[in-house]
């Protein structure tokens, strides 16, 4: 006698491979290495209190050296670009690689297009960030060697402008990759995602240390 053949429904077959929904493992493998960075950052931070305990005469000595408008605008710098960047995600996210229509109508503005505003901006800051440096060294004589100072200075500022040029060249790599291939797929949509994840990672450990260095004399 045949047995009658039985099919799971729908809901069954659905429960039996797991959820609809997973969590994105590109974007959760960011955001644990961005746990980590943020830890490096910690030590830093620690690091430069710390010498600052120690030796607060070299504190009094050199901050007044410090051009506090000049980095306050290359700072609005990089809070702008966090802007451009987040639109730039908008518009991955609903597929729209690049611009619909002229480059003069920012409304039909893609993704390229709002990251390579983006780019141009972090540029700008890692300029300035090179002027800044220059000046400090031509002018006031605060160099990485010169004290413990200088040292918490430069490593400080220095890694995280090292942060930002890393940001870049990843920029270039989900722009070119808009002219690259046919079709915008989801694999390059969480590509520029998870980069913005990153920008605005360096975005606001740079507004923590402009208010540790600057700010807080």
């Known amino acids: 006698m045949a047995t009658a053949t039985t099919h799971p429904s729908p809901a069954e077959a659905h429960a039996a ?3 609809v929904t997973r969590p994105n493992m590109t974007a959760v493998g960011t955001m644990v290495w961005l746990a980590s960075e943020l830890m490096f950052f910690a030590g830093l931070f620690a690091m430069y209190f710390t010498i600052r305990g120690a030796a607060p ?4 000595e050199n901050t007044h050296h410090l051009n506090v408008p000049f980095a306050t605008a290359n700072t609005l ?6 802007i451009w960047c ?18 003069t109508n920012v ?14 901006f972090g540029a700008i800051f890692v300029a300035g960030q090179v002027l800044e440096y220059a000046e400090l060294v031509g002018h006031a004589g605060v160099r990485i ?34 002219f690259t291939t046919r ?5 390059q ?26 700010l807080l004399k």
Do not use: C, N
């Not at 987040?86 to 480059?103: H, N």
């Not at 994840?197 to 260095?213: E, G, K, P, R, S």
């Open 17 to 19: 491979h797991g959820p």
């Open 57 to 60: 005469d070299l504190w009094t």
């Open 77 to 82: 710098v990089l809070v702008i670009s966090s």
């Open 86 to 103: 987040q639109l730039g995600v908008f518009k991955a996210e609903q597929g729209i690689p690049y611009r619909t229509g002229k480059l």
């Open 107 to 120: 409304r039909s503005w893609g993704m390229r297009e709002w990251y390579v505003l983006t780019y141009i």
């Open 145 to 178: 060697d010169s004290d413990s100072y200088g040292s918490m200075f430069y490593l400080t500022t220095g890694f995280h402008g090292l942060h930002v040029t890393g940001g870049l060249l990843a920029f270039l790599l989900i722009i070119g990759r808009t």
């Open 183 to 187: 079709k915008y797929t989801h694999t």
């Open 189 to 214: 949509a969480t590509g520029a995602v998870v980069t913005s994840y990153y920008w605005h990672f360096v975005d606001v450990v740079w507004i923590a240390l402009f208010a540790t260095i600057y």
